[in-house]
């Protein structure tokens, strides 16, 4: 959850994980931050963006992302798709791309620019995970803290692909569900936020270690 505020630029207002079968589905609602303009993210500083994301990964290498994004009360429908398949041992090909939906009445010049400005925006986000995956590391038996998530589940679930079929247990496939309280994290990062508006101070330049 708290990857999306120091990654994305985002205030979580609403966090869900739930694996069943072959499909792990993240669900977040969120806002933009308000010193995102001090960062990465192009735009007018008082641009509030609203945004709703249903994530599905159909087994560990293929997922599906539906976006919302609403502003000044116009919604822009997006869908990431996003597929990875092993080239050696220690490397592997990304593929990705994101179709937008089009506002009725709109020209076809001026919904493929539509497209291709959110398009940019949406492989901003796309990228900066990327990032993240390229420096990664596994790590055993992780120390986690209350909010870092179902970490353990998630490893559970991705077994089921690493053993043969007569060897999935239940406990790979069987339904569960996490949701984060996101006030407590909110509140904090609200005054911090704050206090960067307030100083000018513009968050990208904590360095990326710690913002990960």
């Known amino acids: 959850m708290a990857h999306f505020f120091y990654v994305h630029y985002a205030l979580p207002t609403y966090f869900k994980n739930i694996f069943e079968?072959?499909?792990a589905t993240q669900y977040f609602d969120g806002t933009s931050r308000d010193d995102a303009h001090l960062g990465m993210i192009p735009g007018p500083a008082d641009q509030k963006i609203d945004q709703r994301s249903e994530a599905a990964y159909y087994g560990p290498s293929y997922?599906?992302?539906?976006?919302?994004?609403?502003a000044e009360g116009v919604t822009v429908e997006t869908v990431l798709i996003n597929c990875h398949y092993p080239?050696?041992?220690?490397?592997f090909m990304l593929q990705w791309g994101a179709i937008v939906k089009k506002f009725p009445g709109m020209s076809d010049e001026e919904a493929d620019a539509m497209a291709a400005q959110v398009a940019e925006g949406v492989g901003l986000g796309f990228m900066q995970d990327v990032e993240i995956w390229k420096n990664k590391a596994p790590i055993d038996n992780p120390l986690l803290c209350d909010q870092d998530g179902p970490v353990y589940q998630l490893r559970r679930w991705y077994e089921q692909f690493y053993v043969d079929v007569e060897d999935?247990?239940?406990?790979?496939?069987?339904?569960?569900?996490?949701?984060?309280?996101?006030?407590?994290?909110v509140e904090t990062w609200e005054r911090e936020v704050a206090g960067n508006v307030a100083d000018g101070v513009s968050f990208s330049m904590i360095p990326a270690s710690r913002r990960t």
């Open 21 to 23: 079968g072959h499909v």
């Open 63 to 70: 997922m599906i992302d539906y976006l919302w994004n609403e």
């Open 87 to 91: 080239i050696t041992s220690n490397s």
């Open 168 to 185: 999935v247990t239940p406990e790979m496939t069987n339904r569960f569900e996490f949701e984060i309280d996101t006030s407590r994290a």
